[in-house]
């Protein structure tokens, strides 16, 4: 079992910035943030591969976003910069251990593990 915890949301101005951290309890091979708003289907944000870094990105935050690790692979984090309101969700850390997860085209949801979500607010 893997245990994640996000933290570091929020509410925010619309060109404003947040950071979201995911503490794990142990190593896991991927590791993603996924967002929902209520009434519609979570989707995928960014996705890393934890071996060698690979990043991947939903087009919608290409460029605002960025998915890292800290230096000493315990925690996830996502640097979120010129938010608009259209990010308002809660954000959802996720984590795997199967190489389909990371070299998928697209996100798939089958994250065998996911945090409890932390709250994104823009307000314009």
């Known amino acids: 079992q893997v245990q994640l915890a996000e933290s570091g949301g929020g509410s925010v101005q619309a060109g404003g910035s947040l950071r979201l951290s995911c503490a794990a309890s142990r190593y896991t091979y991927c590791m993603a943030w996924f967002r929902q708003v209520p009434g519609k289907e979570r989707e995928g944000v960014a996705r890393?591969?934890?071996?060698?870094?690979?990043?991947y990105y939903a087009d919608s935050v290409k460029g605002r976003f960025t998915i890292s690790q800290d230096p000493a692979k315990t925690a996830l984090l996502l640097q979120m910069n010129s938010l608009t309101p259209e990010d308002t969700a809660m954000y959802y850390c996720?984590?795997?251990?199967?190489?389909?997860?990371?070299?998928?085209?697209?996100?798939?949801?089958?994250?065998?593990?996911w945090g409890q979500g932390t709250q994104v607010t823009v307000s314009s």
């Open positions: 996720a984590a795997d251990n199967y190489y389909t997860t990371c070299h998928t085209s697209g996100f798939t949801p089958m994250f065998d593990y």
């Open positions: 890393i591969d934890t071996s060698d870094g690979t990043t």
